[in-house]
């Protein structure tokens, strides 16, 4: 109960985080964009503390763990990545399943596209590297909003940044406490992160297509479940990807999430 009521009460601080008095400027972008993401970094903590005590239970060294945090900064992929190398999986099967996993980066990015595309390189790059689902999901909000700011890019980064940062630190509290611990994915709280996943899904699902993706997405992970090497999770992407265009191109009036 003091937990519950300890992460309410951040939640409420940073929802309430005061914006500067100037409303269209680069400094209240970013802090905009940092304090709506607040949510779901709490979604992150058990998730990140999870994957840092299980990296350094499977075989990682600390600085490894803290490594693939800072520089692959994908928190899905890493987990698929440490899962398979501790069954001693071959490295090209490791790239491609993480690949796969990743290309759902290609579809935030058409979504992004026309909103960043006037950005320098020097913006685009660090911008791509940390986006993350949370960070697309409240960019994409905000981004269709009425007002033509321009200083949006400032807001996403700032999410991303939030985002980094949080990361960084529940990680190597996962790797001190996964020192101590034998079984951390007995403690239950990686499910919190798919609970994350899912509230930010459903205001996305608009219109037949992206509806028809997920189900069918979501049918096929049941069904390939048991695959070994996470082949069902590549199968799964595949099949949903595949419904959403079809569905697209049989209702192409529709208004699709992507």
């Not at 660090?126 to 986006?131: E, R, S």
């Not at 960019?139 to 033509?148: G, I, L, N, S, V």
């Not at 321009?150 to 509290?173: C, D, R």
Request: aromatic share 12%; net charge neutral.
């Amino acid at each position: 109960m003091r937990c519950e009521f300890v992460v309410g009460f951040l939640i409420h601080l940073m929802t309430n985080l005061p914006v500067p008095s100037t409303p269209d400027s680069p400094r209240a972008a970013l802090i905009a964009g940092a304090r709506d993401t607040f949510p779901l970094l709490v979604g992150a903590w058990p998730f990140g503390v999870i994957f840092g005590a299980l990296a350094v239970t499977s075989g990682f060294s600390p600085w490894g763990a803290a490594a693939m945090s800072a520089f692959v900064f994908a928190g899905s992929a890493q987990f698929i990545a440490v899962g398979l190398s501790a069954a001693s999986t071959p490295a090209a099967v490791i790239i491609l399943t993480t690949f796969i996993v990743n290309l759902r980066h290609m579809l935030y990015s058409a979504t992004l596209a026309p909103h960043l595309n006037r950005l320098p390189r020097g913006w685009l790059l660090p911008l791509g590297f940390w986006l993350t689902d949370e960070s697309f999901v409240v960019a994409a909000k905000h981004f269709t909003e009425a007002d033509q700011s321009p200083h949006k890019h400032w807001y996403l980064l700032g999410s991303e940044f939030a985002m980094y940062a949080n990361w960084q630190l529940v990680t190597w509290i996962g790797i001190l406490a996964g020192q101590a611990i034998q079984d951390p994915r007995s403690w239950g709280l990686d499910f919190a992160m798919v609970v994350t996943f899912i509230g930010m899904l459903v205001p996305l699902v608009k219109g037949r297509p992206a509806l028809a993706a997920v189900l069918i997405a979501g049918g096929a992970a049941l069904l390939t479940y048991g695959l070994p090497n996470q082949l069902g999770l590549l199968l799964a992407a595949l099949f949903g990807i595949a419904a959403g265009v079809l569905a697209e191109r049989i209702w192409p009036t529709t208004e699709s999430a992507a």
